[in-house]
Nanobody, 121 residues
Framework: QVQLVESGGGLVHPGGSLRLSCAAS????????MGWYRQAPGKDRELVSP???????TYADSVKGRCTNSRDNAQNTLYLQMTSLKPEDTALYYC???????????????WGQGTQVTVSS
């Protein structure tokens, strides 16, 4: 089946760190872009960082200097290393990719179920 499975979220104190992972099923191939979004309660979903097929990355102003986005193509896994976490980072973090798959060999958007990050003292 085509799946994106996030992990690594949890409860952390302000200033703490987390490393989020997004594992894509092996049925996904020819990935155009993968990235991370997040959505806090009562707020719009925002783009945290994308990773292109060539490995290029950009970051939202709110996380620049505190996040590192990377992709392991061999493992079909995306990572988001977050440091110096703030309460305002609290959100449900979603993995996203646009790719072809064995099941649906045309460009398609795939979303993970999300992993919760809560930053609180």
């Amino acid at each position: 089946q085509v799946q994106l499975v996030e992990s690594g979220g949890g409860l952390v104190h302000p200033g703490g760190s987390l490393r989020l992972s997004c594992a894509a099923s092996r049925s996904i191939y020819s990935i155009n872009v993968m990235g991370w979004y997040r959505q806090a309660p009562g707020k719009d979903r925002e783009l945290v960082s994308p990773v292109t097929s060539s490995g290029g990355t950009t970051y939202a102003d709110s996380v620049k200097g505190r996040c590192t986005n990377s992709r392991d193509n061999a493992q079909n896994t995306l990572y988001l290393q977050m440091t110096s976490l703030k309460p305002e980072d609290t959100a449900l973090y979603y993995c996203y990719c646009n790719a072809r798959s064995v099941i649906l060999p045309t460009p398609h958007d795939y979303w993970g179920q999300g992993t919760q990050v809560t930053v609180s003292s």
